[in-house]
């Protein structure tokens, strides 16, 4: 009845039961705390059964913040391991619950933190720059942000049931395959990743048809702002790289379920193709978390140099080439395995070109800042930090797509430290900015700013300490997933100054958490009440914060850049108060339900428990069956009310 699932699933290592342990209190307090207020019916009505963008967009955000604390923990357990790990010291975790951890770690922070803030921050700030008042697909939304958040809480039942794979972040064959991997560690890989995978993959379509289709009257392509034009692209690639995902996970399952050969290379099948399929994947992956990155910065730059952004038409097409050349690079990431040296010098000369239109946006960016008057605040600061370390990692990149070099390094630390230079200096870095930025439009308060600055100096002290002394052991021969080493290697001191750096980081975390605790708690005293507190020049600032759930009483028409700051300057004529009745779709639960069942799935699938999966499935088919059959219903908000609700938010902003 309970296929694979015995009593021995519920034993683990004393590390990972404190782990437990503290989720599972974790877990109860919340819901305490729930029960307490008697807050179980707000959360149903407008949060859990939404299809706002806009709460689902906090949501996406608050789970992927979550999923960072659990992904550092692992990343702090790692460092910890290899810095006491050495000579007769085997440190704190066995070899085996490392593997672990390794492969956690990278799974949580791609596939759940990167993917997170990226959509969070769509659903969030896109509808409001095109001047939409919704997205294309409301529910389709809805459904891609609950099928993320229980593929987040099946790698959490991971923790806790059973063993987490050991074949690494991607599980490449045959190590990922029956053989290697008999127990179900790898089955919850491919059943979360999956999951979150269709997610996305909705996801993605609903916000390259919202961007295509919903802009407001006169924003054609070359009127959008930069943060849009980089979803955009960013939305293309997650269409055309998820499905190869999705298909590559599901020869796998295949291959372990139904004893199938697509990766076995003792049965006629290739594991080169596995890495080639993941990779043609992955290194787009790199671009859809990096993209909106760099809108994010293309934003906040000019804002806070008070000019308008430098070669805009350059950073288009510069996101446009980025776009098309991430597709024909990924096989930079296996030079090593036999390609033949013209496919090698190919992909390592496209991927010297990327390059080229990386650079014209980093200069277009200080170019913007020469001569304007820069104001150093935070998000300003997030943006130095991101030119600092995503330079170098830019140029070890560069670096790494010599075959030479690469033969030398690959599957070193080297690796590691150019990858977090890029992702953490990049992408996070990003978000940190975005997050600072938009956080007042989003809440109508602002995060403390003295806060931000401490944060800011632990993450980028941290960071240096933490990531550049892995180059050097790189070069030293350290590999990736190391968790034990000699006394006679010499590498241990480094260790433990990169040890020292994930506990400066730790600090910048704790700041970052205190900061917006203290935030939310003196909300009333940091109220934004102008809804344009940086001078902003999209149209996400001519509105109020918090923004109304309609976004805009009036569809906005825009003949030019920079709408807002035309209208301040008197170059664009101010919106005619002329209202009508807005129509906006009716919150549904049937998301969550699929949500919910989908975990089901996916952990049933996992031990072989196939009568409850069945079930579960069934139940999908119907739930999409009853959706997809009955009529959209909508709330209608009537012309008078959006009069009183616009006149009413006017009058706080002149009480306050």
């Not at 702002?225 to 690639?237: D, E, N, Q, T």
């Not at 129509?583 to 031990?607: D, Q, R």
Request: aromatic share 16%; hydrophobic share 50%; net charge neutral.
């Amino acid at each position: 009845m309970f296929g694979k699932l015995t009593i021995e699933a519920f034993k683990h290592e004393a590390s990972q039961n404190v782990a437990v342990c503290m989720m599972l209190l974790s877990g109860i307090g919340i819901i305490g705390i729930i029960f307490y207020t008697k807050s179980w019916k707000w959360l149903w009505n407008d949060w859990f059964t939404s299809v706002d963008p806009k709460r689902i967009g906090v949501m996406y955000i608050i789970t992927a913040l979550l999923m960072f604390f659990k992904g550092f923990a692992d990343a702090v357990m790692m460092r910890l391991q290899q810095a006491l790990s050495v000579g007769d010291s085997h440190g704190f975790i066995s070899a085996g619950h490392f593997q672990e951890v390794f492969s956690a770690h990278g799974t949580t922070m791609i596939f759940f933190v990167g993917m997170g803030v990226v959509f969070g921050l769509l659903n969030l700030i896109v509808p409001l720059q095109i001047g939409a008042r919704d997205v294309a697909f409301p529910f389709l939304n809805a459904l891609g942000f609950w099928l993320f958040a229980s593929a987040c809480v099946l790698s959490l039942v991971s923790l806790a049931v059973g063993k987490f794979s050991q074949a690494g972040w991607l599980a490449y064959p045959p190590l990922s395959g029956i053989e290697y991997s008999p127990d179900e560690g790898v089955d919850y890989w491919i059943w979360m990743v999956q999951i979150a995978g269709v997610g996305s993959t909705m996801s993605g379509i609903n916000f390259l048809v919202t961007i295509l289709k919903m802009r407001c009257p006169g924003m054609t392509l070359m009127k959008m702002p930069i943060f849009v034009w980089s979803a955009l692209c960013a939305m293309v690639l997650v269409i055309f790289a998820f499905p190869i995902l999705t298909a590559t996970l599901y020869m796998l399952t295949l291959d372990r379920y139904l004893g199938m050969h697509f990766f076995s290379a003792g049965e006629g099948g290739n594991p080169m193709l596995y890495v080639n399929l993941i990779w043609a994947w992955g290194h787009p992956e790199v671009y859809i978390l990096i993209l909106p990155a760099f809108g994010i910065f293309s934003e906040v730059v000019p804002t806070f140099s008070e000019k308008r952004l430098f070669g805009y038409v350059s950073m288009v097409w510069a996101l446009i080439l980025i776009t098309f050349l991430s597709f024909v690079v990924w096989l930079h990431h296996f030079f090593t395995m036999g390609a033949g040296p013209n496919v090698n010098a190919f992909f390592g000369v496209m991927t010297m070109l990327i390059a080229i239109p990386t650079g014209v946006k980093i200069f277009n960016w200080l170019f913007t800042k020469f001569r304007g008057r820069v104001h150093f605040t935070s998000p300003m600061l997030w943006f130095f930090a991101f030119v600092l370390n995503f330079s170098v990692g830019g140029m070890t990149g560069i670096l790494l797509s010599s075959p030479p070099v690469d033969y030398q390094v690959h599957n070193s630390l080297f690796l590691i430290a150019h990858f977090h230079g890029m992702v953490i200096g990049g992408m996070l870095f990003g978000f940190f900015s975005g997050f600072t930025y938009w956080f007042p439009k989003i809440t109508g308060f602002f995060l403390s700013e003295t806060l931000n600055r401490y944060a800011f100096w632990f993450w980028f002290t941290g960071f240096l300490l933490a990531f550049m002394p892995l180059y050097m052991l790189g070069f030293m021969g350290a590999t990736r997933r190391l968790d034990h080493y000699e006394a006679s290697t010499g590498w241990n001191s480094i260790f433990v100054v990169v040890g020292i750096g994930a506990a400066i980081i730790l600090c910048g975390i704790s700041v970052q958490a205190y900061g917006l605790f203290k935030s939310i708690k003196d909300r009333k005293k940091n109220l934004d009440i102008t809804g344009d507190p940086w001078n902003g020049r999209t149209l996400e600032w001519s509105i109020p914060s918090p923004p109304p759930i309609y976004n805009f009483a009036i569809t906005p028409t825009v003949d030019q850049l920079d709408p807002l700051w035309a209208i301040k300057r008197g170059q664009a004529p101010q919106p005619q108060k002329d209202y009508e009745d807005i129509h906006l779709p009716k919150n549904t639960p049937m998301g969550l339900y699929i949500g919910v069942l989908s975990l089901i799935v996916g952990f049933a699938m996992t031990w072989h428990i196939l009568w409850l999966a069945i079930v579960c499935f069934i139940a999908i088919i119907t739930c999409l069956i009853i959706r997809l059959s009955g009529e959209d219903e909508h709330d209608v908000i009537t012309a008078a009310q959006v009069k009183e609700m616009e006149a009413a938010s006017i009058r706080r902003r002149e009480v306050v």
